[in-house]
């Protein structure tokens, strides 16, 4: 396993270029199952979970030439529908190949994942769904067995909560079904809005994209002819090196990015007295003559995105006062606390509730374990700023989302080096 060893203290400077949104790639590969042709994406994140659903969807038998951020993709002579268990454990996100292969073949077979260190992560929602549009759903030995006669048929679906691949899951479920599907309480995503433009490039009527009520017309078990896209950039990683400026209160220019997609994200940046420049493609993010202390509440796009939450709690640790973020949205989304704690920070919790009393000259460099994506950006991210030497074991987390984060952060002046255990 790999660790990074980080010395802390110096001052970046210069610009990132944000690569492709994981979670837009996530479910638009799945939703090539769809597909009537070979299918050309661009800008793929070059990440571990893009190459676990690859291999996923090479054991269902598509094929496809990949070059780390290009890929034609042909699922025509797709055979198998079976996901197995050795493959979904490693990846949650394998659930988004549900909808797609239950649509197009009627019959699947999706080992249930597991829950992960952020939470138990149920996908009640997705099979509720799919059983209202006429899916017969068993749940044997930990497998997901999903059957309909025909088509899936066109339901109206509430989402009792806004649930992000669930709202994927159901879309491209609703593209095949026979009928019309109006998805009610739909999340709004970026990643979900590139997926309903894809399907709708493709021949598939979806009205109300953007919004949280879709109206999708299915094409009764037709697939579609898929038009060639480029993935849109990851909010998310634009996010963390935008976050690896503010901790370190230097000048970072992200580029290759959407701003509109960051605006929650920014906000609370100017909130706590960074200056912010945009234009079409860029965020520039300026130090901050006082870091003021912020108050965050996680919540579904367009709000603060929990995906932000660990990075910001870093941030916040050079705050000049107190700040509180409430997880609103997962129950075990803390698991960075500790280890910040063990760095110096002062962060107690009361249930969902994380107040953190700034301590900027008070973070020492020491050894550190990421539990999850995103914890351990946020540890990376003190690391930047800690007394002396930090190393962050366990990094297998950060190289599922992360396309080469130390390279692009060490192009900018920080000091890191990836070292074997
Ligand atoms: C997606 O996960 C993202 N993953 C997550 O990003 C992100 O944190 C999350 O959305 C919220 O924005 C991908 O897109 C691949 P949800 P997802 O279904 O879809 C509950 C990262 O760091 N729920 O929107 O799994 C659930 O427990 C990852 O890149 C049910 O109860 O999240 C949670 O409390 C981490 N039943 C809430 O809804 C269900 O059937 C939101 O979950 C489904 C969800």
Redesign the pocket.
Known sequence: MDYLEIIGKKNLSGSVKISGA??AA?PLLASTILSSNKVQITNLPNVVDIRTLLKLLGMLGATFNHDNTNISIDTINLTETKATYDIVKTM??SILVLGPLLARFGHCEVSLPGGCA?????????LKALEQMGAKIEIKAGYILATVDGALKGATIVFD??????TENIVMAAALALGTTTIVNA?K?P?VVQLCEVLADAGVKIEGIGTNRLIIEGTNRQTVPFKPFKIIPDR?EAGTYLCAGAITNSTVKIENVVPMHLDAVLAKFEEMGYKILKDETSVTILPANEIKPIHITTT?YPGF???MQAQFMAVATMANGVSVIDEK???NRFMHVSELVRMGAEISLNGTVATVTGTPQQLIGTDVMATD??ASSALVLAALVAEGTTKVHRIYHLDR?YDKLEVKLVNIGADIVREKE
């Open positions: 994981k979670n996530l949650r996100a952020i939470g138990q992560r149920p996908v009640d929602l997705h909560k806004v649930t992000v691949t669930g999340a995503e990643e998310i579904e995105p929990t995906d949205l997962f129950e994506l995103r989302g």
